[in-house]
């Protein structure tokens, strides 16, 4: 007999939920095959067994929640009469217990009988995330109708949220479609002639819980300080367009990727931001720098780390990018991929955001926050003159505890620099 228990999935778990078990009491199991999808506070994954066996037991149920290292399931031994009685079983077994889901009242789709969009064996085939799959299950969603935009067509997450099927509400009344209030509903509460709903209340995934904790944490714990500072970014803009001449579309350099690279530099030039502050009191500092760039997913926010920037050219760290990034939209990133970090680089200039302030992302020491690159005129001091450059504010969210503003400025000046030559990033 074997347990199988909740599995620490990053330095910072410290409890997981199950999201999905792929397989139900009395199933046989092999060594490396995938049993269930849990949700994690960074992302949801899936757990392979390690004994061969029948899951004899399963511990806690779909959407159950236990801290790391609980049982969660037991595998039992096979045995002679169970391998003959497997093929027999799928007949006679009773089905699994269902999961009680609430509905509106008399809602169909397209016919009266049960709910023909449920998970079916076929969607159990198609190519999904774990975070696709629990929404289409949430949701109802036969996966096989949906067309995937992921790699190879994988479905993800956005395809299931964009998928409409045609469902319709029956009423006293007839038929409508769904979302459409019957003709006898009861009146909102009404002030001068609009109606008032009442708010939706709405309950955090695991990653929002997780961002609130943390968030709560750093401000409350860690002192923030911030400097801004202006880059000219027309080099650099003029580099980029050379640089991606003739790269294909997936190969293409970004600002973000001259941002992680001047990072790196200046963190190797100005080390003292490169550190932690512990619990004991002292100053951590590190020499290689992974650097963790902040990507938006509906569920929140996650921060991928492209490790050893220092040592990579700027190509390698483009392309590292591109595929973490792609990953933590698509749900994929494993627990080493989004930790370890020892500064992080957050950029809503993309958005039209012209600066912002950072929370910082403990126990890192500083977050660099990416304003948009603005045309607008500036004083070129050497000629005493007036042009319009391409202008970005770069702006450091620093621990005190750590870091003065001294360094701070510094390091902004060091990332300034290499910004503005951008042809020494190349080497």
């Known amino acids: 007999m074997a347990e199988v228990r909740m599995p620490k999935m990053g330095d910072g778990m410290e409890e997981?939920?199950?999201?999905?078990?792929?397989?139900?009491?009395?199933?046989?199991?092999?060594?490396?095959?995938?049993i269930a999808e849990i949700e994690t506070d960074k992302a949801s994954v899936e757990i392979t067994a390690y004994d061969s066996g029948i899951l004899s037991k399963i511990v806690v149920p779909e959407g159950g929640s236990v801290p790391v290292?609980?049982?969660?399931a037991v595998i039992g031994a096979p045995s002679a009469a169970s391998a003959k009685a497997t093929?027999?079983?799928?007949?006679?077994a009773p089905a699994p217990a269902a999961v009680a889901v609430e509905a509106p009242v008399a809602t169909v789709a397209a016919a009266t009988t049960a709910a023909p969009e449920m998970s079916s064996p076929t969607s159990e085939r198609v190519k999904a995330s774990p975070l696709a799959r629990r929404i289409a299950q949430?949701?109802?969603?036969?996966?096989?109708?949906?067309?995937?935009?992921?790699?190879?067509?994988?479905?993800?997450?956005r395809?299931?949220?964009?998928f409409e099927p045609q469902t319709v509400t029956l009423t006293d009344a007839g038929i409508s479609t769904l979302g459409e209030a019957p003709a006898d509903a009861s009146p909102s509460t009404s002030v001068s002639g609009i109606k008032e709903t009442a708010p939706t209340?709405?309950?955090?995934?695991?990653?929002?819980?997780?961002?609130?904790?943390?968030?709560?944490?750093?401000?409350?714990?860690?002192?923030?300080?911030?400097?801004?500072?202006?880059?000219?970014?027309?080099?650099?803009?003029?580099?980029?367009?050379e640089l991606n001449a003739d790269a294909a579309p997936q190969g293409k350099i970004t600002v973000n990727d001259l941002l992680i690279k001047a990072s790196a530099v200046a963190l190797a030039k100005v080390p003292e931001v490169n550190a932690t502050w512990t619990p004991e009191g002292t100053i951590k500092r590190f020499s290689q720098a992974n650097i963790g760039v902040a990507v938006g997913i509906d569920e929140g926010l996650i921060i991928p780390v492209v490790r050893h920037c220092e040592a990579k050219t700027l190509r390698q760290i483009s392309a590292e990018a591109r595929e973490l990034i792609g990953k933590a939209r698509n749900n994929q990133l494993k627990p080493e991929e989004y930790s370890g970090g020892t500064f992080s680089i957050s950029n809503l200039g993309m958005m039209g955001v012209d600066e912002f302030l950072a929370i910082i992302n403990p126990p890192e020491a500083a977050i660099l926050a990416i304003g948009g690159i603005v045309r607008e005129p500036t004083v070129v001091d050497s000629a005493d003159t007036i042009e319009i450059r391409s202008n970005m504010k770069i702006t450091i969210s620093a621990d005190h505890r750590v870091l003065d503003g001294v360094v701070a400025a510094k390091f902004l000046q060091e990332v300034k620099k290499a910004l503005e030559a951008p042809y020494s990033l190349l080497a």
């Open 138 to 157: 949430e949701r109802g969603i036969d996966l096989a109708r949906i067309t995937g935009s992921g790699p190879g067509g994988r479905i993800v997450e």
């Open 16 to 34: 997981g939920k199950i999201n999905r078990w792929l397989k139900q009491v009395g199933d046989m199991v092999a060594s490396g095959e995938v």
């Open 69 to 72: 290292g609980e049982i969660i």
């Open 201 to 241: 209340e709405i309950k955090p995934s695991r990653m929002r819980e997780a961002i609130a904790r943390r968030v709560v944490q750093s401000k409350q714990t860690v002192p923030h300080f911030y400097v801004t500072m202006k880059v000219t970014m027309d080099r650099a803009l003029k580099a980029l367009k």
């Open 87 to 92: 093929p027999a079983k799928a007949a006679s």
């Open 159 to 162: 395809d299931v949220k964009e």
